[in-house]
């Protein structure tokens, strides 16, 4: 069976500009530095094949994230521990493709998976260049401490880290679970000490999950050369992120309690996240409330 926009020339084969928002240049890290000084915030949004990355894109969405939580929302497995290079390079090229089709302007981010940056710095670049050669235009790591040698080797070479400390999927059984971190003074300096490393060793964005609104704000301001991109991490980011799944109310499980769907009043795919970008900008997500922790 083909799909319907398979046949050009149909109006099922555009997805419309997304009015009422701007036309936008293309996002680069350059673009991102100026948002942020301009103090206007960044979207992320994970996205996993061509149509929804596109969508994603026409709805105004700064960054896209091809994250290995597609191991669970897309692959069905309990973690992100199982999913592979290989997985992750298929599905990079999939939404860069998506993006072509339509032109698209968003920064595209793609996540190195469990077991593909750990065993030295030569490993990290070799599977660096292969989502990179895939499409994306940044790779995400998890970690801090050892991380930092390694993110410093990759943007030597020229090519663009995107950090991830707080929970870290990947490590989650070692974390005991998925709990908030860096509560208490001993944790919260542990992770200021990681996010100031990693912002030293090149890193250019770094996504902090499940970590306490106030700390997040905190490090927001002491890294102005490292974009923070919250989840779970109160509004005091220089950005948001979600999987797209959460936000649209179709996951396996049952959402965090700081996600939102913005599918139940928005009634379309593109509504929803034209929703979740004006949300993020004018503030009204995330709501500190749920973050008091």
Known sequence: MTSANSAPGTPYGTIPPASPLPQRRPISLPRLAQMREAGEKITM?????ATFAAVADAAGVEAILIGDSLGMVCQG??????????????????????????????WVVADLPFGSYH??????????????????HMVKLEGGGWTAPTV??????????CAHLGLTPQTVHALGGYRVQGKGDAAAAELRRHALELQDAGA???????????????LTQELPHCHTIGIGAGKGTAGQVLVMH??????????????????Q??????????AYVRAVKNGSFPDDALHAW
């Open 152 to 161: 410093q080797f990759l943007v030597e070479r020229g090519i663009p880290v």
């Open 45 to 49: 949004l994970t996205a996993y094949d």
């Open 265 to 274: 009043e928005a009634g379309s795919v593109r509504g929803a996240m034209q």
């Open 77 to 106: 497995l309990p973690s992100t521990v199982g999913v592979s290079l290989d997985t992750m390079a298929y599905h990079t090229e999939s939404v860069t493709r998506g993006l072509h089709r339509v032109q698209g302007t968003a």
């Open 246 to 263: 959460d936000m649209l109310g179709v996951n396996l499980g049952k959402n965090p309690k700081f996600v939102h769907d913005f599918m």
């Open 204 to 218: 250019a964005m770094l996504v902090l999950e499940m970590v306490p609104a106030a700390l997040s704000a905190s």
């Open 119 to 136: 065993e030295s710095r030569e490993q990290a670049l070799r599977s660096a260049c292969r989502l990179m050669q895939a499409g994306a």
